[in-house]
């Protein structure tokens, strides 16, 4: 370790320089014999500094290096919750759930209004009575919402939605303490899980850092060392008016780093940094570990861009003109997402890398569907602004977290932090656990709220089941992968998750080739067993359900002269009817344009709930539809003839046994009185041909129709429930965990670069701080004979 002095002093020392010269550097130690390379130390030197005291004690124990480190980490980086920040982003999260979708379309709103609160906790009910189980990526909070007894009741979805607002008005202007920070942090969370638990639209992965973030800044510093706050200037009012008789108020007004304090706002805020590194980083993790270097041509950013929504479109026109464009973007992308980590170690690299999210997001927003503005605006909370804007508030070198975090002098042999109080020697140790929590989530890919997976754009316009033009092979390997990649989330066993979760597109590519027909009639015809006759207006209702709507009317049908010529006679079953009628309603129909047919009324009953369970239906047909194609056993998809097959599927696999779910529990509530569903039927539409405006073929994948076997094991509706009567699913073996196993390679490639990094810009601040020890034996030899 080198003796601390500025080159220019050696220098000007060496010369001859003059006694003011020499006064304004360090003092200097008297002349020892010090060998090259060591510090200078002088114990009997009156400037020597006192190691009795506590913070300069020499450290031992491994435990105790470990912690001094840790609170330097996470308590001495960023600086307290600034008043301009705090208005700013708290701001912006009022704005945003109020009026933000008139704006910048964004999602927020949907998810934190009153009605559609109260929308989801009623679905949760209806889901029961349906006899489904909770998704799996529900989260912690959302399986506490399904054993409630009345959700709707027992969950205010009106209070909560004036308080958030409410709370969010108070944070911003530092109004009331830390109580709107917590309120405001709560019912976030537990409107965002309630958005994960209903089976409707989920609300992706957009209001999670902002969860973080609210939850972090309900430990920071109090309003009152804020001289931008409702608190602080009441407070100044008020030892104005007593004349400073305040008891107490002085010491909490004070800020932190002048109480000798580390800053707790400091520490929340490295802790949102510490998320939104992982965010960026894991993308970047996934994808390459996914793809390798194919995703970096573009090829999935140009697809999106041609297939999505665009805000503007002139620059939409100019990236599709320039072919090499999205190649660059992806390729930018990924470098940014895998050295992210610079961010969470440099704070020199820290703006630049948080530029790059923005610009990333920014992109995204302009060019693409998705809108990640809220999580873009949380990233004004990880930046020191001191060190950018001075005059939104101080940066770490003048604030006092260097003057009680900082390193000692160099004169001491093994330096630590300035005192740190247990309390915080104890957050720092909780900090990391919840630190490792989120990283071991992310490298994982465990998507369970409050944990969560980021992978942002994991897909490749190649992969199996992607295209619209299905084959039976393709439709099969997506299947595959649907149900087994990746290993800890697989998409189709989630039980009406999200259905686009990290790299799998099969789920969403579905909606334009499943189908979903449901034949309702009379509770009395199930009893007789009769097919009615045309004498009635709509004996049979036929419902056809395609992009997660499941119960539009179709079309009326009824038997006459033709249709009874057409099901081969006069002699035929109730059961022969309606499966006929399931493969393909019109064939069985008097009318040669359904178009021109009668068409049933909509399903009476609450028309709001049916509503909001047909939307979450549609990601509930969708796992059944992949994991009943992974199960094998369907004929059909092995059939050479064009057209719908007419061979039935297995009673046994996971389409049909949701579709007997559905029609033998859907009550009078959704369908009506005195109405009975009488079949449902899964059709899965493929191998379009590209002079074809519709699929070539069609396949049965499962069915339920009244009469049929029903007992305890053909009624079972879960997926991967045990029977020995169908095959199993596949299991996530090896090759489900490579892409784990290859991020890890990624991983710890990466972090020997930054390592690497890091190690290399230390020793460049040594030498431009330190003297060499060549200055040190010019420093000995100083001519004073001028002075």
Same mark, same amino acid.
């Given at each position: 370790?080198?003796?601390?002095?500025?080159?220019?002093?050696?220098?000007?020392?060496?010369?001859?320089?003059?006694?003011?010269?020499?006064?304004?550097?360090?003092?200097?130690?008297?002349?020892?014999?010090?060998?090259?390379?060591?510090?200078?130390?002088?114990?009997?030197?009156?400037?020597?500094?006192?190691?009795?005291?506590?913070?300069?004690?020499?450290?031992?124990? &491994?435990?105790?290096?470990?912690?001094?480190?840790?609170?330097?980490?996470?308590?001495?980086?960023?600086?307290?919750?600034?008043?301009?920040?705090?208005?700013?982003?708290?701001?912006?999260?009022?704005?945003?759930?109020?009026?933000?979708?008139?704006?910048?379309?964004?999602?927020?709103?949907?998810?934190?209004?009153?009605?559609?609160?109260?929308?989801?906790?009623?679905?949760?009910?209806?889901?029961?009575?349906?006899?489904?189980?909770?998704?799996?990526?529900?989260?912690?909070?959302?399986?506490?919402?399904?054993?409630?007894?009345?959700?709707?009741?027992?969950?205010?979805?009106?209070?909560?939605?004036?308080?958030?607002?409410?709370?969010?008005?108070?944070?911003?202007? =530092?109004?009331?303490?830390?109580?709107?920070?917590?309120?405001? !942090?709560?019912?976030?969370?537990?409107?965002?899980?309630?958005?994960?638990?209903?089976?409707?639209?989920?609300?992706?992965?957009?209001?999670?850092?902002?969860?973080?973030?609210?939850?972090?800044?309900?430990?920071?510093?109090?309003?009152?060392?804020?001289?931008?706050?409702?608190?602080? %200037?009441?407070?100044?009012?008020?030892?104005?008016?007593?004349?400073?008789?305040?008891?107490?108020?002085?010491?909490?007004?004070?800020?932190?780093?002048?109480?000798?304090?580390?800053?707790?706002?400091?520490?929340?805020?490295?802790?949102?940094?510490?998320?939104?590194?992982?965010?960026?980083?894991?993308?970047?993790?996934?994808?390459?570990?996914?793809?390798?270097?194919?995703?970096?041509?573009?090829?999935?950013?140009?697809?999106?861009?041609?297939?999505?929504?665009?805000?503007?479109?002139?620059?939409?026109?100019?990236?599709?003109?320039?072919?090499?464009?999205?190649?660059?973007?992806?390729?930018?992308?990924?470098?940014?997402?895998?050295?992210?980590?610079?961010?969470?170690?440099?704070?020199?690299?820290?703006?630049?890398?948080?530029?790059?999210?923005?610009?990333?997001?920014?992109?995204?927003?302009?060019?693409? /569907?998705?809108?990640? %503005?809220?999580?873009?605006?949380?990233?004004?909370?990880?930046?020191? &602004?001191?060190?950018?804007?001075?005059?939104?508030?101080?940066?770490?070198?003048?604030?006092?977290?260097?003057? $009680?975090?900082?390193?000692?002098?160099?004169?001491?042999?093994?330096?630590?932090?300035?005192?740190?109080?247990?309390?915080?020697?104890?957050?720092?140790?909780?900090?990391?656990?919840?630190?490792?929590?989120?990283?071991?989530?992310?490298? %994982?890919?465990?998507?369970?709220?409050?944990?969560?997976?980021?992978?942002?754009? /994991?897909?490749?316009?190649?992969?199996?089941?992607?295209?619209?033009?299905?084959?039976?092979?393709? @439709?099969?390997?997506?299947?595959?992968?649907?149900?087994?990649?990746?290993?800890?989330?697989?998409?189709?066993?989630?039980?009406?998750?999200?259905?686009?979760?990290?790299?799998?597109?099969?789920?969403?590519?579905?909606?334009?080739?499943?189908?979903? @027909?449901?034949?309702?009639?009379?509770?009395?015809?199930? $009893?007789?067993?009769?097919?009615?006759?045309?004498?009635?207006?709509?004996?049979?209702?036929?419902?056809?359900?395609?992009? =997660?709507?499941?119960?539009?009317?179709?079309?009326?049908?009824?038997?006459?002269?033709?249709?009874?010529?057409?099901?081969?006679?006069?002699?035929?079953?109730?059961?022969?009817?309606?499966?006929?009628?399931?493969?393909?309603?019109?064939?069985?129909?008097?009318?040669?344009?359904?178009?021109? !047919?009668?068409?049933?009324?909509?399903?009476?009953?609450?028309?709001?709930?049916?509503?909001?369970?047909?939307?979450?239906?549609?990601?509930?047909?969708?796992?059944?539809?992949?994991?009943?194609?992974?199960?094998?056993?369907?004929?059909?998809?092995?059939?050479?003839?064009?057209?719908?097959?007419?061979?039935?599927?297995?009673?046994?696999?996971?389409?049909?046994?949701?579709?007997?779910?559905?029609?033998?529990?859907?009550?009078?509530?959704?369908?009506?009185?005195?109405?009975?569903?009488?079949?449902?039927?899964?059709?899965?539409?493929?191998?379009?041909?590209? +002079?074809?405006?519709?699929?070539?073929?069609?396949?049965?994948?499962?069915? +339920?129709?009244?009469?049929?076997?029903?007992?305890? $094991? %053909?009624?079972?509706?879960?997926?991967?429930?045990?029977?020995?009567?169908?095959?199993?699913?596949?299991?996530?073996?090896?090759?489900? &965990?490579?892409?784990?196993?290859?991020?890890?390679?990624?991983?710890?490639?990466?972090?020997?670069? @930054?390592?690497?990094?890091?190690?290399?810009?230390?020793?460049?601040?040594?030498?431009?701080?330190?003297?060499?020890?060549?200055?040190?034996?010019?420093?000995?030899?100083?001519?004073?004979?001028?002075?």
């Amino acid at each position: 370790m080198y003796w601390p002095v500025k080159r220019s002093v050696a220098k000007r020392g060496q010369a001859g320089g003059t006694a003011a010269s020499i006064s304004s550097t360090n003092k200097l130690p008297p002349p020892q014999d010090v060998s090259p390379g060591r510090a200078f130390r002088d114990t009997s030197s009156d400037d020597s500094p006192d190691t009795s005291h506590p913070a300069l004690r020499q450290t031992n124990s &491994w435990y105790e290096r470990a912690t001094a480190s840790l609170v330097k980490f996470w308590y001495c980086d960023l600086p307290p919750l600034s008043g301009p920040v705090r208005f700013f982003y708290y701001g912006f999260l009022f704005f945003d759930i109020n009026w933000g979708n008139n704006f910048w379309a964004s999602g927020a709103t949907y998810h934190f209004r009153a009605s559609r609160c109260q929308e989801k906790a009623a679905s949760l009910v209806y889901y029961r009575e349906l006899g489904f189980q909770m998704k799996v990526d529900a989260g912690v909070l959302g399986h506490f919402f399904a054993a409630l007894q009345d959700p709707e009741e027992a969950i205010p979805c009106e209070a909560m939605a004036f308080a958030l607002r409410l709370a969010l008005l108070c944070a911003c202007v =530092g109004f009331a303490g830390r109580m709107p920070r917590v309120v405001a !942090a709560a019912i976030w969370v537990v409107m965002v899980a309630l958005s994960h638990a209903w089976w409707g639209k989920p609300p992706g992965h957009s209001p999670n850092l902002p969860a973080v973030a609210l939850i972090s800044l309900c430990f920071a510093e109090n309003n009152l060392v804020d001289r931008w706050s409702v608190d602080s %200037l009441l407070a100044r009012i008020y030892r104005r008016v007593t004349s400073g008789t305040c008891s107490g108020s002085k010491q909490k007004d004070s800020p932190p780093w002048q109480r000798g304090d580390p800053s707790l706002g400091g520490a929340a805020r490295k802790l949102i940094l510490v998320q939104a590194v992982l965010v960026m980083f894991f993308a970047g993790v996934h994808k390459t570990a996914t793809w390798g270097i194919k995703w970096l041509s573009g090829s999935t950013i140009g697809y999106s861009i041609r297939t999505q929504r665009t805000r503007w479109r002139w620059l939409k026109k100019v990236v599709l003109q320039l072919p090499f464009l999205p190649t660059v973007m992806a390729t930018s992308s990924v470098v940014g997402e895998l050295f992210s980590v610079a961010a969470l170690i440099s704070p020199r690299w820290r703006p630049y890398v948080v530029l790059s999210w923005a610009m990333f997001h920014l992109g995204i927003f302009l060019l693409m /569907n998705p809108n990640f %503005l809220m999580q873009g605006m949380t990233y004004s909370l990880i930046l020191d &602004w001191g060190r950018i804007l001075p005059w939104i508030e101080r940066s770490s070198i003048e604030r006092g977290c260097v003057l $009680t975090c900082n390193w000692p002098s160099a004169s001491i042999e093994r330096p630590r932090p300035a005192k740190a109080s247990p309390r915080m020697q104890v957050g720092a140790w909780v900090l990391s656990a919840i630190a490792l929590l989120m990283f071991l989530a992310s490298f %994982l890919r465990i998507d369970y709220f409050p944990l969560a997976s980021y992978s942002l754009y /994991n897909w490749d316009p190649s992969e199996p089941g992607f295209n619209k033009m299905f084959t039976a092979d393709s @439709v099969k390997e997506a299947a595959h992968r649907c149900v087994t990649e990746p290993p800890l989330n697989p998409t189709c066993l989630n039980l009406g998750g999200q259905g686009m979760t990290h790299e799998n597109r099969f789920h969403a590519a579905m909606n334009d080739h499943l189908s979903f @027909v449901t034949i309702v009639g009379d509770a009395s015809i199930a $009893t007789k067993g009769v097919v009615p006759s045309s004498s009635r207006k709509c004996p049979l209702k036929i419902y056809h359900g395609h992009h =997660g709507h499941h119960f539009n009317p179709y079309v009326c049908w009824s038997l006459d002269s033709n249709t009874t010529s057409q099901i081969g006679g006069s002699e035929h079953s109730l059961e022969d009817v309606l499966r006929r009628l399931l493969i393909d309603p019109r064939h069985l129909n008097k009318y040669k344009d359904p178009a021109k !047919a009668r068409k049933p009324r909509r399903l009476e009953g609450e028309v709001h709930s049916l509503e909001a369970v047909s939307s979450g239906l549609g990601y509930r047909t969708r796992d059944a539809a992949g994991s009943a194609i992974a199960e094998g056993g369907l004929t059909c998809l092995d059939d050479p003839q064009d057209g719908m097959s007419t061979r039935m599927p297995s009673p046994y696999n996971s389409a049909s046994r949701y579709a007997r779910q559905i029609r033998t529990h859907m009550g009078s509530d959704f369908i009506g009185e005195d109405l009975q569903i009488l079949a449902v039927g899964l059709i899965l539409g493929y191998g379009k041909r590209p +002079s074809d405006k519709m699929p070539s073929r069609g396949c049965m994948l499962g069915s +339920s129709v009244v009469g049929e076997l029903d007992d305890d $094991t %053909l009624g079972n509706h879960e997926i991967g429930a045990t029977s020995s009567t169908r095959v199993d699913l596949p299991r996530p073996g090896l090759s489900g &965990w490579m892409d784990v196993i290859k991020g890890g390679f990624i991983v710890l490639a990466v972090g020997f670069v @930054v390592l690497l990094q890091s190690k290399w810009q230390t020793s460049r601040k040594e030498r431009h701080s330190f003297a060499t020890p060549e200055e040190q034996k010019g420093l000995l030899h100083v001519d004073l004979s001028d002075v």
